[in-house]
Structures are given as C-alpha cells and as structure tokens.
C-alpha cells in the first residue's frame, strides 16, 4: 500500500452535518441494504447524529424530533414494518435452525414489540407441527454435529449437547438430536412430527 492510502485510510472522515434531509438519506440508504425494525432504525440514525456532535453543534433533541417524524413517514409509506419485519427474521432463523428462544431475544434486541414476536411465531407454528425440532435438526446437519459427524462421534457427544444447548434447545431435543443412531432416522423422527 501506498503511503498516501495509509494516510488517508488513518484519517477519518469528518460526519456531515446533521439535517432532515441527510438524516432522511441515510434511513433510505440503510433500508436499501439492509431489512430493519423501527426501533432499530431510530437506534441507527441516533448513532449518525452522536458521530456529527463531535465535529457539529448539533441540538439534541430537535434531531429526535427529525428521527422520530422520519421513523413516523416511513411506517405510514411501509417501508417499515415491524409485523413484517419480525415475520422475514423469523423465517430466515427457522432455516438456520435457530431455537424459538434465540429467535425471542434477537427481534427483542431489535426493539420489535412482544404482540408483533408473538404473531411472527404463532405463523411459524402453523406452518411446522413442532418448529424447535425442526430447527434443531437443521441446526445439527448444518454444523455437521451428533449423527452428522463424520468420526469420533462418541468424543464428541457432550461438546455437541453442549453446541445444541447453547443454541437455545432445551435438554430433551439435544439429548434426542445427539443421540440419534444415523441421521435419516432423525430425519425420519423430526420431520413427521
């Protein structure tokens, strides 16, 4: 690298000023790229205006205001949707085989209300008999733990408890998906469930 590019890359940008409208174009752009509850977005866009407080006067509580109205428009226009928002999150959890538990605490670290959570997973419980089986075997054949094992899988049994616990299974689906004798008869178990 260039001592030129190291300079650069060592000095920072300096924020923009914090106005409506820059506050307004950095929602969109965070929205163009990434999908985001409201309370996640207020949280974003409060982090942009404490950046611009150390290079700017910036009024505190008049660019609250400017959050909160932007926040507002977007939920009128639907852009933001927390209903929906928790649904797509719960989904793609499903399919990484997260627990409902762990699913429960994420869309609660990202401000979506309790009623819009519970309704998320209530859709995820009409479309799968026992979703956290269903997770938990997802979660086991993509990290490749209990039954999926290629060797020592005996070594291994309480380490692999231990992964599917952490993941927020209780012990009785850890307990069946790590012991199960091959993986088609756990396929065979969960998925008819």
Known sequence: MTEQKQASQRKRRQPRKV??????????????RYASS????????????????????TDREKAASWIDTIVCDFQKSGMLDDRTYAQARVQTMFRQGRSQRRMVL???????????????????????????????????????????????????????????ARAGFDYDTARRVIDAESAESLEEEFLQD
């Open 19 to 32: 106005t409506p409208n820059t506050l307004r174009n950095a929602a969109l752009y965070y929205l163009q």
């Open 38 to 57: 409201s309370e996640n977005l207020r949280e974003v866009l409060t982090r942009r205006v404490r950046r611009a407080e150390r290079h700017h006067e």
């Open 106 to 164: 994420e869309l609660r670290s990202k401000g979506v209300a309790p009623e819009d959570i519970d309704a998320a997973l209530a859709t995820l419980s009409t479309e799968h008999q026992k979703p956290d089986r269903a997770a938990a075997l997802r979660y086991v054949k993509r990290r490749r733990l209990g039954p999926y094992r290629q060797r020592a899988r005996e070594e291994h049994r309480d380490r692999d408890l231990a992964a599917v």
